[in-house]
C-alpha cells in the first residue's frame, strides 16, 4: 500500500448536480423545476419563512413586551468589589482610574451585593437602601452627587 491508492471511503464524495446541460444528464429542459407554477419561472425568490400562503410562523405568534426608549442606564458598582480595592474614597473618576467601570451613562449608582467591613466614603448618583445601610453600617459615608432620579 502506498500513498498513491488512499482512497475517501465509499460514497462519501458526491458530484455536483449539474442542471440545465442538455437531455443527456437527465437534468436537461426544465432543469430540475418542473413545468410551470409559481417556482419555474426565472426571477423567482421566496421570501424568509414563506409557508406556501399558510399564515408564517413569525405572524402567528403573539408579541411580547415592549422595548422603553427611555430606559437610563446606569454604571453599576457592588459594595462586595469596593471593599476589595485599596484606598477609601471612592468616586466615579476613581473607579474609571481603576477600571471598575467603563462607560458611566446616567451616573454611578451603588448596590449593596457583598460585605463591607471597612469605612469608606463613597460618591454616587445612586445608593440601593442595603448599599446605604451596610455604608453606614460599617462607619462610612454616602454622598449623593446632583440630582439624579432614584
Known sequence: M???????????KKARKRIGRGMGSGHGKTSTR???GQRAGTGFGQKRGFEGGQMPLHRRLPKRGFTNIFKKKFAIVNLGRLEKLEGDTFNPDRL???GLIHNLGEG???????????KITVEAHHFSKSALEKIQKAGGTAQVIGAASQ
Open 2 to 12: 502506498n500513498l498513491s491508492h488512499l482512497r475517501p471511503p465509499a460514497g462519501q
Open 34 to 36: 418542473g413545468h410551470k
Open 96 to 98: 474609571k482610574e481603576l
Open 108 to 118: 454611578l449608582r451603588v448596590l449593596g451585593t457583598g460585605q463591607l467591613t471597612r
